[in-house]
Structure formats: C-alpha cells, structure tokens
C-alpha cells in the first residue's frame, strides 16, 4: 500500500513526493532528523524530541522549517492519513536548495520532510530474545550529540555486524564504548549498578535514555554516567540499549561472548515493561 508522505507543505503519495537533487540533505547530509514512536495511534515522547530537534537546528545555525505545533500536527495527520496503530514517524529537516557551495548558503527555506512506518513496536521477538552485538571502532565525527542524517558510519558498522553473524554493533573509542549503532548502550555490572556513558558531544543525548534512567532511579537502581570499557562489557550482569523505536532491547552476546547466562536479565526486562506502563498511562 503507498504510503502518504508529508513533503515541503505537501501531503503526497510516497511514489510522487520530489526532493530536488541540489537539496543539501542529498549532496552534504547537511540535514538533521528525529525519529517517534506511534503507541495506540498516538505519537509519544514527542516534546522531548522536538526539543532535541531545536538544539540539532540550533547547532548548525539551520532553519526551523515550522513551529514545534506545525510539526506536531502534521505528524498526528500522516498518523491519522496511514492509519499507524503502533509504529514510527520519522521527520527531516534538510537545510534547503542551493547551488553546491560549501558555506550555508543565505535566504535558502529549509525542506521538511516526514514519513510513517506501521511495525510492532511492543510485542517484538528481539525483546524476549535479547539480540547479539560485536563491537567496532566508533569512526563517526566528532558532534555525534547533532542528530544529523550522515548515518554512513552506523551503516558500515551494521554490516561489521552482519558479517560476523550478529545482529548489531556498538561503537568505542580509546577502549570505550561511545553508543550504539542508533542507540544508546547500557551495562549492569555485577554489583547491580547500571552503567551508562555521560553525555557529551560523542554520543546521541537520547530521549529514551533520559526517560530510562529516570525509572531506574525511580526503582532505586544505582547509576552511573561515564565510559565504560569493552572488557567491562564482558563481564557484565547484563547489557541493554535504549532508542525511541527500540525502548530497551537485551543484548545477550558480546563479541561471541555470552553475557551471563545468556539470557535477557531481569533489570532490562524490568525497565523496559515499567517504560510502556508509563507512556500506555500517559496515552489513555
Ligand atoms: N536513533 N544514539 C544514536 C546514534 C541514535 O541514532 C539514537 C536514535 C539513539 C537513541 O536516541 P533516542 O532514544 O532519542 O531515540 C542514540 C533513531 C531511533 C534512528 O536513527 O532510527
């Protein structure tokens, strides 16, 4: 079924939507995007995303096509248009058309660019399973908190993965992990305290990793923000990653390594239902 897609003003179907090749999304990945999930028809954690949508803009003096209102409600009406019960929305904001020059070109409107995707977003294999990783040098740059559309990096590192047999990757640096491929990347060490990378300009300030860490306080969970090591990794209790379609998925394989029993530990599995018993109360 084609898909209506929302382009520059537009709500086309997806096999008419036209971007121009000058477009600086396509000839710099001079762009930035945010990606919400759909729960019961509703999009959520949709402020916290739009702020971070601001900052990227922000941070590279780019132009915001629409208020944070105009945005919301055209992603309610392609969630309305495609009928998406439990699935995505993925927005872009690009920094506009012009000539191929390498300053920001001046008085250019930015393109707004938005798409849904129906999926399980709740029921999913991946979270009774667990899934397993390698890990890769992280040789992304060196802004990794803008939210920017130069995904080339995370897609090679996927492929390391895939090549090895496994499902995803995370990313170090200097011996530590930085992130996921389009996650952030969380260990239980065998005290019980929850380790996570503080934020900073080499990973993603992740929406779900803010609202995840709050319920861990919430549970009394001992946290700590700051690098941790691929051998520290190894002999975890457990490992997580958290991303807005993700939530929380278990990583239950290292490097071919099994984390403990191999097995989905108990702290994940625990954060990721209490995430959706918050946001399912918050829908209704
Ligand atoms: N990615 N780190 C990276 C590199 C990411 O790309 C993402 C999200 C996250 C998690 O952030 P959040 O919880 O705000 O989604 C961390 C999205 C989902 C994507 O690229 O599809």
Redesign the pocket.
């Known amino acids: 079924m084609s898909r209506i897609v929302y382009v520059n003003g537009n709500y086309v179907h997806e096999e008419d939507a036209k971007i121009s090749i000058f477009d600086r999304g396509f000839l710099f990945a001079d762009g930035v ?1 945010e ?1 919400s999930s759909v729960l019961r028809g509703k999009l959520i954690d949709v402020e916290p ?1 739009l702020a ?1 949508l601001r900052r990227s803009l922000q941070a590279l003096e780019m132009a915001s096509p629409a208020t944070d209102k105009e945005i919301k409600a055209i992603q309610e009406e392609l969630i309305v248009r495609n009928q998406v019960e439990e699935g995505m929305v993925y927005l872009q904001v690009t920094r506009g058309v012009a000539d191929r020059t390498f300053h920001y070109p001046e008085g250019v409107a930015p393109s707004l660019v938005m798409f849904t995707r129906s999926y399980d977003v709740i029921d999913i294999p991946k979270a009774k399973s667990g899934i397993s990783i390698v890990t890769t040098p992280d040789i992304r740059w060196g802004r ?1 908190d803008i ?1 920017t559309v130069g ?1 080339l990096a ?1 897609c090679m590192a996927v492929m390391i993965a895939k090549a090895a047999g496994a499902d995803d990757a995370w990313m170090f640096e200097n011996g530590y992990i930085t ?6 990347a969380y260990i239980i060490n065998q005290e019980g305290t929850l380790i996570t990378r503080h934020l900073g300009t080499e ?7 803010n609202i995840i860490l709050n319920l861990a306080r919430e549970e009394n969970i001992k946290i700590e923000e700051r690098p941790f090591t691929v051998e520290e990794t190894y002999l975890a209790n457990e490992a997580f990653f ?5 939530i929380v998925i278990p990583v239950v394989k290292i490097d071919g390594k099994p984390i403990s029993d191999g097995k989905p530990g108990p702290v994940s599995k625990r954060l990721r239902k209490l995430y959706f018993e918050k946001i399912l109360s918050e829908i209704n």
């Open positions: 995007y990606v995303h971070r990794r939210k995904l995370p992130e996921g491929t389009a996650s952030n990973i993603l300030h992740g929406v779900t990793r958290t991303g807005a379609t993700a």
